[in-house]
């Protein structure tokens, strides 16, 4: 999804506006709706915000779920969840999320 796209219609907030949500620590649609408006008129967006929480790293198709058990089994720092996930290693977009998650996972 290129950061551009538009996920709420309604409210015209973009990928990049609940990517960037998610590297602020919102973890949750409803943390999301807080952060940026989205999924707070139709709710027609709402299982794209979910899809986008599910997913750490689009382009490894990395999991927040595995993103979250690497950093409980020791993985402290972005590189460290790269090399155990392969998060992170392609274009970094999602590096400031890994990054909010191991500081959220301490």
Do not use: H
Request: aromatic share 0%.
């Amino acid at each position: 999804m290129s950061l551009e796209q538009i996920v709420c219609l309604c409210n015209g907030v973009t990928y990049a506006q609940v990517r960037e949500a998610m590297a602020q620590g919102a973890r949750t649609v409803q943390d999301i709706q807080a952060a940026t408006g989205a999924g707070d008129v139709c709710g027609g967006c709402i299982e794209r915000i979910e899809k986008i929480l599910g997913d750490v790293c689009t382009c490894r198709n990395v999991s927040t779920e595995e993103v979250v058990k690497a950093i409980q089994n020791g993985d402290t720092t972005v590189e460290k969840v790269g090399v155990t996930t392969g998060a992170g290693t392609a274009c970094g977009k999602c590096k400031c999320v890994i990054e909010s998650l191991i500081e959220s996972n301490k």
